[in-house]
């Protein structure tokens, strides 16, 4: 998150907040409806899943959007500005829409969901996830803005190297998620790999076609799709490794294997939408020769 922050510069927020709908419509995607449309889609879905599987569903569409989703949104023609400006507002609203949506679906789910045998409650312990929250997000979003804005110079020379290291310390959170949970992974590989496929389309899809409602410009509408299918899914990891959400239980495999191949699988769906979002520039600019 410090990475990200580096390349915030408070003049991108005032050029994308003359124009604040694109803005509201990504707030719209990623805090209302895609928690809500997950929820809906864990019911739908029903006793093809584990409710460990539909609660790690609910809290990755609960975290806030991933900090790759720039680079993609990047190479996508997409609105670039807008991106940034989405993950940091999002990111800085995760210490209260986090732990609200995650709760307020996460229950609503254990209630109306036909579980067979006994389900430990959902509690959220407010004090720890928000403090985990502020330090892992807060804290890095500020001082990254902080050095970007008065020692420009240090901000250029760090982003990259951080970037490198950021992807390797998030694939090192998933390995070591994995290797507590590998009999978990095997047991069920084919149900996590289409789950995680059809709720990443869904978030894309969601972002996508709001956009399109709401009559954004085709590089906004592809930032709202890039943002809304990338979710900070090391959040979540953190959260369930480092947080008591299940009243003295340990965290449950079906919610870490979700969560740890959301991380895996959205790089790959991201790369897959701007190739398809590249595709279509190629194909428009031959017709149009």
């Not at 993609?72 to 210490?95: D, F, G, H, M, R």
């Not at 809304?228 to 990891?237: D, E, F, Y």
Request: contains cysteine; charged residues 10%; hydrophobic residues 55%.
């Amino acid at each position: 998150m410090y990475g990200v922050a580096l390349g915030i510069k408070p003049g991108m927020f005032i050029d994308v907040f003359k124009n604040p709908k694109s803005v509201f419509v990504g707030m719209l995607c990623q805090l209302i409806l895609l928690p809500l449309l997950t929820f809906l889609l864990a019911l739908a879905l029903g006793g093809s899943i584990s409710w460990t599987m539909a609660l790690g569903m609910i809290l990755v569409a609960s975290c806030p959007g991933g900090n790759i989703s720039n680079f993609i949104s990047s190479i996508s023609k997409a609105n670039i500005e807008l991106s940034v400006s989405l993950t940091a507002i999002s990111t800085s609203l995760a210490v209260l829409m986090t732990p609200l949506n995650f709760w307020l679906y996460g229950n609503l789910y254990l209630s109306m969901a036909n579980i067979a045998g006994e389900v430990p409650h959902l509690v959220i312990p407010l004090a720890d996830v928000f403090k985990t929250i502020f330090i892992l997000l807060g804290i890095p979003l500020v001082l990254g803005i902080l050095t970007s804005h008065y020692l420009p110079e240090v901000a250029g020379k760090l982003k990259k190297p951080l970037q490198y290291f950021s992807i390797i310390f998030f694939f090192a959170m998933i390995v070591l998620s994995f290797i507590g949970n590998v009999d978990a992974f095997i047991k069920c590989i084919k149900y996590v790999f289409l789950v995680v496929l059809i709720h990443n389309l869904l978030a894309l899809l969601t972002g996508y076609f709001t956009g399109t409602a709401f009559r954004l410009p085709r590089a906004d509408r592809r930032t709202l799709t890039i943002e809304t299918g990338i979710q900070n899914s090391g959040l979540g990891l953190v959260l369930l490794l480092g947080t008591d959400i299940f009243a003295g239980l340990p965290p449950h495999g079906g919610m870490l294997v979700i969560t740890a191949w959301w991380g895996i699988w959205h790089i790959i769906g991201g790369l897959g939408t701007s190739l398809v979002f590249n595709c279509y520039d190629k194909r428009r600019s031959y017709k149009s020769m």
